[in-house]
């Protein structure tokens, strides 16, 4: 392709992701916004990338999410489903669920609130969950 074909709203787009080294924060300085997955099946579809780069910014994270999958993804929460409650409850307490945010936010613009989910005895759902944004971490038990 000829540069002089590329678009200048493109070429603005790239410069501004490249400074900001974030889609997010490019597409705020440039008041657009970006293709986002709109759904579960559309991050579980991304879900061995997310693994992948979430792999090279920190392996116990990804060795945490390897016992995980996606159980669902709208209005901005990610709930994640463990298969044991004790790794679940550490993927949030050790700080794991900001190194998968910034993975989400780097290679699809989003930074969900993370959930955690273990199935229990008899049907049973623990629901832990902390706000990337905020300090406080909540666990809240469910039967």
Known sequence: ???AQIPLNAL???????RHESFTRAGLEL???QALPADTEALRARWPEVLEAVQGKRRVAWMQLSDASVES???N????AFAR???AKGFLTGGYDKDLGQVLETLLGVTPVIR???LGVAGSVITFSHAL???RQEFVCAA
């Open 73 to 75: 993804f709208a209005d």
């Open 85 to 87: 409650a004790g790794v």
């Open 12 to 18: 603005r787009a790239f410069e501004a992701a490249a």
């Open 116 to 118: 955690t989910e273990v």
């Open 133 to 135: 944004a905020g300090p």
């Open 1 to 3: 392709m000829d540069l």
């Open 31 to 33: 008041r657009v916004t």
């Open 77 to 80: 929460v990610l709930v994640l």
